[in-house]
Antibody, heavy 122, light 111 residues
Framework: QVQLQESGPGLVKPSETLSLTCTVS?????????WGWIRQPPGKGLEWIGI???????YYNPSLKSRVTISPDTSKNQFSLKLTSVTATDTAVYYC???????????????WGKGTTVTVSS | QSALTQPASVSASPGQSITISCTGT?????????VSWYQQHPGKAPKLMIY???NRPSGVSNRFSGSKSGNTASLTISGLQAEDEADYFC???????????FGSGTKVTVL
């Protein structure tokens, strides 16, 4: 059974870098599939941040692309999110999730982490 | 990325059926079968309910069904139950984005 778990600081200061990690269990990220980050501001809808393949190929939301990096760490079976120069508008619940396409994307997310709340405030 | 359009809320009594619409364009819903639906209870992560327009993942009740006509996808919940009260989001592949796009979300209330 595939499970995902987000971890990282719950509070980040404005202008600093938000760093989160998603730990994958039940499968190896090296075996394929696509691994993504999605966020949800308080009381709002879902917003894509980006998605990667285990090889490191990445697709980012154009509105965040200049500030986002998503990277795999196959040795730890994790993938990470870095979002630079954060502001209050980056306050949200951050989810990691899997697109189950082994070699090409299926464009749906079948496994989600429980989410982690990140607040941007001084 | 433009969000797909969903009604803000839908409500019905237990046992009734409801249909949630998700309207896009020919560049997303109308052009592809990559439409999915997610259920989200308060404080919980989204859960996949439908993928590829009308397919149910293992373990999802057959009271949930999906369809598509033109640029509009629909999620129907039959025999509404109290546990179905949640937010529902649609999603679709879009040629305007290398990522898929999400709908604006619909709050389902069981009266």
């Amino acid at each position: 059974q595939v499970q995902l778990q987000e971890s990282g600081p719950g509070l980040v200061k404005p202008s600093e870098t938000l760093s989160l990690t998603c730990t994958v269990s039940g499968t190896s990220i090296s075996s394929g599939y696509f691994w993504g980050w999605i966020r949800q501001p308080p009381g709002k809808g879902l917003e894509w941040i980006g998605i990667i393949y285990h090889s490191g190929s990445a697709y980012y939301n154009p509105s965040l692309k200049s500030r986002v990096t998503i990277s795999p760490d196959t040795s730890k079976n994790q993938f990470s999110l870095k979002l630079t120069s954060v502001t209050a508008t980056d306050t949200a619940v951050y989810y990691c999730a899997r697109d189950p396409g082994q070699y090409q994307r299926y464009y749906y997310l079948d496994v989600w982490g429980k989410g982690t709340t990140v607040t941007v405030s001084s | 990325q433009s969000a797909l359009t969903q009604p803000a809320s839908v409500s019905a009594s237990p046992g009734q059926s409801i249909t949630i619409s998700c309207t896009g364009t020919g560049s997303d819903i109308g052009g592809y079968v990559y439409v999915s639906w997610y259920q989200q209870h308060p404080g919980k992560a989204p859960k996949l309910m439908i993928y590829d327009v009308s397919n149910r993942p293992s373990g999802v009740s057959n009271r949930f069904s999906g369809s598509k006509s033109g640029n509009t996808a629909s999620l129907t919940i039959s025999g509404l139950q109290a546990e179905d009260e949640a937010d529902y989001f649609c999603s679709s592949y879009s040629t305007s984005s290398s990522l898929s796009v999400f709908g604006s979300g619909t709050k389902v209330t069981v009266l």
